[in-house]
């Protein structure tokens, strides 16, 4: 059995179905459900008895403890956390509780639990660390991607609290030799993200014919990978990463923000062919501290544990338009009171 946290969000759920879809192997799935936890996500094993789901926080060490005790696993995968850089400019408290102290909550109960198992479960045991490429900062047009040695220079609030995280993960291996692994990957995309992100948020107002708020000159550019990419590579790391080990994982898709609005804007089109949706697109102020450019160098991960993409660009965005208008009803479900005091709040000053 593995212990799943935070999956009931965009990428825990994601991988939580995909893992169950390769075998037979359980999880116990303990989720905070925050504003961005969603059991909507995971109705499609609501009755399956290989997925036990627990409401807690990880930073609630004596339920922390319970679980590993009642439940054994022989792995820990850290999904929780506070994952929305404007929400961190707003508000970074909830980013230092969780993903910071939580995490050390986490390793804390999960290294005492390691230390009494016997020796070859001892061996066995992983604790892998979901983590982002953000950590290492903002790189300049013609630098070359982040390796996994790229100094880390994190730069907003978010960020920080993930660099924070990481450097605590890496201590728990170098000094008690506690069997982790960390993975630093690219933005995301698919089904089931909470549409504040840029890609959901996009065809959400497409859909609704709402403005498309570009922030700055929309020139900044992310290095984009489909969520199940990222899931087969959480697996893969799992399965043959080497203890200690940090493992970068992109998908060598790099656009600017202005040419994935644009795209989403010329595919929605294609769909609704009367719509001329590239019309919405809005120019807004610009994110405070804003990293221009973010590039994920694979290279290790493809090398030493043969994993590759599955998705190209091409494939995954049309998948993920194709999501957003089958599943409106799960769209209109998330837009909660709470979720349009956010968009109020963040584009408010955006004079959108
Ligand atoms: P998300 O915000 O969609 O989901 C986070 C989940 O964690 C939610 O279900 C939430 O309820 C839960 N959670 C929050 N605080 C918790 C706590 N204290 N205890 C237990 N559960 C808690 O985030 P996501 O996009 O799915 O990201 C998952 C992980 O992957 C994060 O660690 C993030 O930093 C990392 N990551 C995300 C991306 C991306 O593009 N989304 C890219 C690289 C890495
Ligand atoms: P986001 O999805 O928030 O991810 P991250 O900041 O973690 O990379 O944003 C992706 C990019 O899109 C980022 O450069 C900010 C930009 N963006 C907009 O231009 N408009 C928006 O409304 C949002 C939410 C993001």
Redesign the pocket.
């Known amino acids: 059995m593995i212990l799943v946290t935070g999956g009931a969000g965009f990428i825990g759920s994601n991988f939580v179905l995909e893992w169950l879809q390769h075998g037979d192997e359980r999880i116990v799935n303990v989720d905070k459900l925050t504003y961005a936890g969603n059991l909507q996500n995971l109705s499609s094993v609501k009755d399956d008895p290989r997925h036990i789901f627990v409401r807690g926080d990880i930073g609630d060490t004596q339920l922390i403890s319970q679980l590993l005790t009642t439940y054994q696993p022989r792995a820990i995968i850290n999904l929780a956390a506070e994952s929305?850089?404007?929400r961190s400019i707003h508000g970074p408290e909830d980013f230092i509780q969780t993903n910071i102290l939580g995490t050390f909550h986490l390793l804390e109960a999960a290294r005492a639990y390691w230390m009494q198992l016997d020796q070859g479960a001892k061996g066995n045991f992983r604790f892998l660390h979901v983590s982002t490429d953000?950590v290492y900062g903002s790189l300049a047009p013609q630098a070359p991607a982040f390796t996994e040695i790229h100094n880390y220079q994190p730069n907003s609030p978010y960020s920080a609290s993930k660099a924070s995280s990481d450097h605590l993960v890496r201590a728990y291996h170098h000094t008690y030799g506690f069997p982790t692994l960390t993975t630093n990957c690219s933005?995301n995309y698919g089904p089931f993200q909470f549409p504040?992100?840029?890609i959901p948020?996009m065809i959400c107002n497409a859909l609704a014919e709402k403005n498309l708020?570009?922030?700055g000159d929309?020139l900044?550019i992310?290095d984009w990978l489909y969520v199940t990419d990222h899931c087969t590579a959480i697996r893969r790391v799992l399965a043959a990463g080497l203890p200690g080990e940090t493992y970068n994982i992109g998908g060598w898709n790099e656009k600017t923000?202005l040419e994935i609005v644009q795209t989403i804007c010329d595919l929605l089109t294609e769909i609704y062919p009367q719509r001329q949706f590239r019309q919405l697109i809005t120019y807004v102020a610009d994110?405070p501290g804003?990293d221009r450019r973010y590039a994920i160098d694979a290279t290790k991960i493809k090398r030493e544990l043969k994993w590759r993409p599955a998705e190209t660009f091409a494939t995954g965005i049309r998948k993920t338009i194709h999501w957003y208008i089958d599943n409106q009803q799960w769209t209109t479900d998330v837009q909660t009171g709470a979720y349009r005091q956010w968009i109020e709040k963040n584009y408010k000053q955006r004079t959108l």
């Open positions: 929305h850089v404007d953000e933005n504040e992100k840029l948020l708020p570009v922030y929309g900044q992310r923000n994110r804003h």
